[in-house]
């Protein structure tokens, strides 16, 4: 059974940090592309970043360069999304999403119908 858990969303103050993870299991993580989504209330889910097969290639939306780092340990089946000098406007459900490996552009993963299996999500809270 495929299944994402996402964990170590929360309430944070405006500049502070949190991280993100996303535990798979029931298939083989090592052969999916990994992204991040959000979603705030009211708007559109949004490309957050994304992560090829060995880590070594990211892409990111122009809003959270800089602050936002996205990682993967394979051989613990997770990917991490390491959040930092948040903003208020970062506030969302996160949710974490696997996409086979089909392109060869890691553009081509900032679009959600690209992914196959999400997760439930985590609320990020930032206060002002």
């Known amino acids: 059974q495929v299944q994402l858990v996402e964990s170590g969303g929360g309430l944070v103050q405006a500049g502070g940090s949190l991280r993100l993870s996303c535990a798979a299991s029931?298939?083989?993580?090592?052969?999916?592309?990994m992204g991040w989504f959000r979603q705030a209330p009211g708007k559109e889910r949004e490309f957050v970043a994304t992560i090829n097969v060995s880590g070594g290639s990211t892409a990111y939306v122009d809003s959270v360069k800089g602050r936002f780092t996205i990682s993967r340990d394979n051989a613990k089946n997770t990917v991490t999304l390491q959040m930092t000098s948040l903003k208020p406007e970062d506030t969302a459900v996160y949710s974490c999403a696997a996409a086979l490996v089909i392109f060869s552009r890691m553009e081509d993963y900032t679009v959600a119908e690209r992914y196959s299996y999400w997760g439930q999500g985590t609320q990020v809270t930032v206060s002002s």
């Open positions: 029931g298939w083989t993580f090592n052969r999916y592309i």
